[in-house]
């Protein structure tokens, strides 16, 4: 299958000012600025296809909100190509804007003051969706989503979570091909998070819609996406299934172990990293191929009477992506 | 017909939403009748510490006529979605539109047309009821010819003002805060269209500036086509002059948006 979303050497770059404290800058600014350069995207390629889908993770300021931005033609790159469903997403034509959707978990894209069910049939009219279909896919997503009592009231009155539901419900009247959410659940408490992850992943395998999506939540990532791309500084720094990402790390092992009696730290040195000591329980650091003949040699040396041997979590893999920063590494 | 039901919804939109806020809406009225009695006491002054009966070129009967009559024009044609527009600039409201199957222009102007309806039809019935007082008492020697022509000029003086808008609110695309800018805009406008008081009062090299501009089409010559005063030779050329005024602003609204629309960075990353 060919790729439907296609990004090649894609590249932003914002220019900003900068002020020191204080008046005197602020006068000093005033006549001149310095005008700076902020790489926002540095060239990054990847490529997506039909019915996939992929989280973006990231730190804030990484650049994942940019880059749906520049894939859904709200910014003009300042280099690079990419095709979006075989059009250039910046080029902006209507065909291509039928064809997909972008909703921002930050931004409200519905009438404040009226009962969303109007804001829903305005975007039937913009879509221009004939009535049927609108009906029935309005009474489905209502359903699925559970808010069919909502729709009359006013959207200033919803909760953050019912409103994101409603944002969602008004993005997928017009069925599109591909979704864009920029952190769909933020702010949302544990459940509606759930509920909303729940629902984008039985519409994508329902519809085959492909699904682009940025969070801050490992949840999402890890319930919803098989691919992750993690970008950091501008920069794609991992693209592969969200559990591999600790394969990155040299195969690193982490054992617990749970003394009988005090043992030296010192004497635990020599078999890797020490990651921390408590009373009677110590947390090593060491490499997978060691662990056979650690485990036998500390379980014949010092009193055990518990140990686990652990992968190295997720977040941490992804934390250490972030630190790494500009450094790309290896893809999987 | 479909592609056309986008904006006849974002009319009907408009209009709801200026119905959720009634209080909002008696005030607004209410509130553009003060300048209108500031300048009858200032013009009463002026005339009844004056020994002409007439100053420069009215008299104190055309001269309060007039500052009625063109107040309730100014507030028939006035708009001021310029704020609305630089929001949608300022914060990334605008993404919603650039991202779906739906002109900006089109769609803000539909809607603003229908949230002005309702205040459209308040203003025109007093204005009825106003030009008939003044016309039993002094004779303006309003016609149907002049009533015809009147409500031609009306749509296209409210045209002229909406592009105005348009193009003053594009500023937001290059200033963050325009608030500066969108009321020195309103100030030229309200001073040169004649909202305030007939501007051929200030001399004919002024008249000859203005003649260069749009802005006296806005209400100074509506007014003038009600209270009699324009010859109706005068009428035609100028309701051209309206639709030539509405074509080029149209095209200058268009370079602007489009340039601005370059170098538009949506907030937040």
Not at chain 1, 14 to 30: A, I, M, P, Q
Not at chain 1, 245 to 253: A, L, P, T
Request: glycine share 6%; aromatic share 12%.
């Amino acid at each position: 299958m060919s790729a439907i979303i296609e990004v090649k050497d894609l590249c932003k770059e914002f220019s900003y000012y900068e002020k020191d404290v204080g008046l005197k800058n602020s006068v000093k600014n005033l006549f001149l600025r310095k005008k700076l350069i902020k790489k926002a995207v540095k060239p990054i390629s990847f490529e997506i296809e039909q019915g996939e889908v992929v989280g973006f993770l990231g730190p804030n300021g990484a650049g994942k909100t940019t880059t749906l931005k520049m894939l859904s033609g709200i910014l003009y790159p300042t280099s690079g190509t990419a095709k979006v469903l075989g059009y250039t997403p910046w080029e902006r034509k209507n065909e291509f804007k039928r064809q997909f959707s972008i909703v921002m978990g930050q931004k409200n894209q519905l009438w404040w003051d009226l009962p969303a069910n109007e804001s829903l049939y305005l975007n039937k009219c913009i879509y221009e969706i004939d009535d049927n279909s609108y009906n029935e896919t309005l009474s489905t997503l209502t359903e699925l989503l559970d808010v069919k009592d909502l729709l009359k009231v006013q959207v200033r009155r919803l909760s953050l979570g019912e409103r994101m539901k409603m944002e969602l419900i008004a993005s997928l009247l017009h069925k599109p091909k591909i979704l864009f959410l920029d952190e769909p659940t933020i702010g949302l408490d544990i459940i509606s998070q759930k509920k909303i992850r729940d629902f984008i992943s039985y519409y994508n395998k329902e519809h085959k819609t492909t699904v682009l999506l940025t969070s801050h939540y490992m949840a999402d990532i890890e319930g919803l996406c098989k691919r992750t791309i993690v970008i950091n500084h501008g920069e794609i720094v991992y693209d592969g299934e969200l559990s591999k990402v600790n394969e990155v790390f040299d195969n690193k092992k982490i054992i617990k172990l749970q003394f009988e009696s005090p043992v030296e730290t010192h004497l635990l040195e020599k078999f890797g990293k020490i990651r921390g000591t408590e009373d009677l329980k110590a947390t090593i650091e060491m490499e997978k191929s060691n662990v056979r003949a650690n485990i036998m040699e500390l379980l014949g040396r010092f009193p055990v009477n518990d140990f686990n041997i652990e992968d190295i979590p997720i977040e941490e893999g992804i934390a250490m992506l972030y630190s790494k920063g500009g450094k790309a590494l290896e893809k999987v | 017909m479909k592609k056309f039901k986008k904006y006849i919804k974002a009319f009907e939109l408009g209009l709801q939403s200026s119905m959720e806020y009634r209080a909002n809406f008696a005030l607004s009225l209410i509130s553009s009748i003060f300048p209108m009695i500031m300048q009858i006491f200032l013009w009463t002054a002026i005339f009844f510490n004056s020994k002409e009966q007439e100053i420069l070129g009215y008299d104190y009967m055309q001269m309060i006529s007039y500052i009625v009559i063109a107040s309730i024009i100014n507030k028939l044609v006035s708009t001021g979605f310029e704020w609305d527009i630089a929001e949608d600039i300022k914060n990334g409201g605008l993404n919603k539109f650039i991202t779906r199957p739906v002109g900006y222009f089109s769609y803000r102007i539909f809607s603003f047309l229908g949230s002005k309806v309702m205040q459209l039809a308040v203003v025109s019935v007093i204005l009825t009821i106003i030009l008939t007082v003044i016309n039993s008492k002094f004779s303006l020697g309003i016609t149907p010819e002049r009533i015809a022509l009147f409500l031609i000029s009306i749509p296209l003086a409210l045209l002229i003002n909406t592009f105005i808008c348009i193009i003053s609110s594009s500023t937001a695309f290059w200033m963050t805060e325009s608030w500066a800018a969108f009321i020195f805009m309103n100030l030229l406008v309200q001073f040169s269209s004649g909202g305030l008081f007939p501007v051929d009062i200030l001399g004919k090299g002024f008249m000859k500036l203005l003649d260069f501009l749009p802005f006296k089409y806005i209400v100074y010559f509506p007014t003038n086509i009600i209270n009699g005063k324009l010859p109706i030779q005068e009428i035609f050329t100028g309701i051209i002059m309206q639709c030539l005024w509405i074509a080029i602003m149209f095209i200058l609204a268009k370079i602007f948006w489009k340039i601005g629309m370059k170098k538009y960075i949506a907030v937040g990353g």
